[in-house]
C-alpha cells in the first residue's frame, strides 16, 4: 500500500467508528464482559479521542507534511507491546507505523485484546494488503526495532532483552493538576474528569493535585459527585472500601463525597479510588520543581494542558514526550 492508501484506510476506519453500527456495539459489550473496567462509556470515550484527535484528514495530513513522510521509506519490522489500562491505549502507536509505511508485529495485552483484533479485521476486508503490514503475534521474533509499553518493572526487563535493537520503552507515568484557589465550578467539574476518566487508569490521568495553602476543598469535592455512580462499579467499589479501611486503620486523615477519597500525600501516585493533594507556598517554585519530575505526563493547569483536556491528546502528543515517528523515521 502506498501512503495515500493508508490515509484513506485510516479515514474509511473513522467513519466505520463513527456509525457504531451493531457489530461494533457487540463487540464493545464482549469488551466490557471481558475486562469490567472498560465500560462502554469509557470505550466510547476513547474512541471518541481516536475519532476527534487522530483520524481527521486535515489532521492526518498537518502530522504527516511535518515529518515529510513520503512512499520512499524502506520498511522494517516493529515489534510494538501494547497495554491495557485503557481502551484502545496503544492506537496512536499502531496508526504511527502504519502510517509511516514500516510493517507491525502486535503482542496485545489479554487487557485489551478484543477491541483492537476486531478493528484489524475490518482494515483487513476492506484491503488484504493489511495483513502483510499489521500482524498481531504472541512473541515478537526478529523485529528491527521495538516499542513497548508496561510497568516500571516490566520496563526493566523489556530494556534488558531489546537493548541490542533500537527502542522506545516506556515505564510508569500519572498526571497532577495545579489549582491556584480561585477555580470556577466548570472548571473544577472538568478537573474531576481528568481524574475519574477510566477510572483513574490511565498516565494522563490525574492521581495528584497541589492546592495553595488554606485551600477550600468543598467545591473541589463536590465537583466529584459527577462520578459518585461509580460506586455502582464492583471492581472500583471494592477498591475504595479497601483504600477506607486503611485509612482507618492508620488513622489517615482523609476527605469523600463517598466515592472519591481525598489524602494529604506527597507520591504523585496514587491508588485507584484514591486522589493526593499536597499543599505549596510558591507557585513558580512548584512548577520548575514539576519539570524535574520524570514520571508525569500531564500537568493540568490554568497556564498548561487546560481543565478536562488531559485525555483528549494529539497526533503530536507522544507518550512520555518521545516523538515515535522521528524514531521510525531514524531507523
Not at 33 to 57: C, G, Q, R, S
Not at 115 to 121: D, E, G, I, Q, Y
Not at 167 to 192: D, F, P, Q
Not at 203 to 216: A, D, E, L, Q, S
Request: hydrophobic residues 40%; charged residues 20%; proline residues 2%.
Amino acid at each position: 500500500m502506498n501512503l495515500q492508501n493508508r490515509i484513506d484506510l485510516m479515514l474509511q476506519l473513522c467513519n466505520y467508528l463513527k456509525n457504531n453500527d451493531n457489530e461494533w456495539r457487540e463487540i464493545k459489550t464482549q469488551a466490557g464482559y471481558h475486562n469490567p473496567w472498560f465500560t462502554e462509556e469509557f470505550i466510547d470515550l476513547a474512541v471518541k479521542n481516536i475519532t476527534n484527535e487522530l483520524l481527521i484528514k486535515e489532521k492526518l495530513e498537518d502530522w504527516i507534511n511535518f515529518y515529510h513522510l513520503d512512499d520512499l521509506i524502506q520498511p522494517k519490522k516493529i515489534g510494538i507491546i501494547m497495554a491495557g489500562n485503557i481502551p484502545l491505549v496503544g492506537f496512536h502507536d499502531f496508526l504511527s507505523v502504519f502510517i509511516s509505511g514500516h510493517l507491525q508485529l502486535i503482542k496485545l495485552s489479554t487487557k485489551d485484546s478484543l477491541l483492537f483484533k476486531h478493528l484489524l479485521s475490518k482494515l483487513i476486508s476492506w484491503n488484504e494488503d493489511v495483513k502483510n503490514q499489521v500482524q498481531i503475534a504472541d512473541k515478537l521474533n526478529d523485529c528491527d526495532a521495538y516499542i513497548a509499553t508496561g510497568s516500571s518493572q516490566s520496563a526493566a526487563h523489556f530494556e534488558a532483552y531489546f537493548s541490542k535493537y533500537p527502542n522506545i520503552i516506556r515505564h510508569n507515568k500519572t498526571s497532577v493538576a495545579i489549582l491556584e484557589g480561585n477555580e470556577m465550578e466548570e472548571e473544577l467539574t472538568l478537573l474531576a474528569d481528568d481524574i475519574h476518566n477510566y477510572f483513574g487508569l490511565g498516565c494522563r490521568n490525574v492521581t495528584k493535585i497541589y492546592v495553595p495553602t488554606n485551600y477550600n476543598f468543598i467545591p473541589l469535592i463536590q465537583s466529584f459527585n459527577k462520578y459518585k455512580n461509580f460506586k455502582d462499579h464492583h471492581k472500583y467499589q471494592n477498591n475504595f472500601d479497601y483504600q477506607l479501611s486503611i485509612m482507618l486503620l492508620n488513622n489517615v486523615k482523609y476527605m469523600t463525597n463517598e466515592s472519591t477519597l481525598l489524602v494529604e500525600d506527597k507520591s504523585i501516585f496514587s491508588a485507584i479510588s484514591v486522589v493526593h493533594y499536597e499543599y505549596y507556598d510558591s507557585l513558580e517554585v512548584l512548577k520548575n520543581n514539576l519539570l524535574d519530575e520524570t514520571h508525569i505526563q500531564c500537568i493540568v493547569a490554568k497556564d498548561s494542558i487546560p481543565f478536562g483536556k488531559s485525555q483528549t491528546p494529539s497526533l503530536f502528543d507522544y507518550a512520555d514526550k518521545i516523538d515515535t515517528m522521528q524514531f521510525l523515521l531514524s531507523l
